[in-house]
């Protein structure tokens, strides 16, 4: 079983995304996307816990969303101070709640990274015929997309051309994270 880690540089590099191995400021795009990246997740989080239809959860959520809209639309330059101690610290922390919170609610986070972690690399395309279809599909929402090569894995990555997420596969495998509840 490859380490968490192993896991996130597999994803990276069929992503194309970069996986850097010396503290490097990353550019403001860069900065962007994984700051709104992690709030998505916090707002996926907090919809699977509390009652939407209730005032107070609402708010919460909704504040949520606007400072992402807000960092994806206005977030500058200039606005940028990194404190790579204060970040590191950061991330530690985010790392050591989120495994409090698997602990809390009994999830073996071991079995979930594995689902997590093989159903996401079903985004990508290994076969022409995904990618066609997955083209196809896109289109047909009227999501615009580029398409990047990664010769040496043998896949084709699909991404959205507003945000650089990667756009599904039209056969990515949706998590089943109930199968590895005890």
């Known amino acids: 079983m490859k380490t968490p880690v192993e896991q996130v540089k ?8 970069p996986i850097r191995t010396e503290l490097t400021a990353p550019s403001l795009k860069e900065i962007k996307f994984r700051e709104a990246f992690k709030l998505e997740e916090l707002i996926e989080g907090m919809e699977a ?7 107070v959860p609402t708010v919460i959520i909704d504040m949520l969303k606007q400072a992402k809209l807000y960092l994806e639309n206005y977030l500058e330059e200039s606005d940028i101070n990194l404190d790579f101690n204060e970040h590191a610290d ?4 985010l790392q050591y709640i989120i495994n409090g919170e698997c602990l809390l609610y009994g ?3 071991d079995k979930l990274r594995e689902e997590g972690h093989n159903t996401n690399m079903t985004r990508f395309c290994y076969t022409d015929k995904d990618l066609e279809d997955t083209l196809r599909a896109a289109d047909a929402e009227g999501v615009e ?3 990047e090569r990664i010769e040496h894995l043998g896949l084709s990555v699909v991404k959205r051309k507003d945000s ?4 599904k596969n039209v056969n ?3 998590p089943d994270f109930s199968k590895c509840f005890n």
């Open 90 to 93: 950061s991330l530690f922390d």
């Open 172 to 174: 990515h495998v949706k």
């Open 145 to 147: 997309v580029v398409v």
């Open 164 to 167: 650089g997420k990667v756009y």
């Open 10 to 17: 597999e994803f990276h590099e069929a992503a194309g995304q």
């Open 49 to 55: 816990i509390f009652e939407t239809n209730n005032y």
């Open 107 to 109: 999830y073996d986070m």
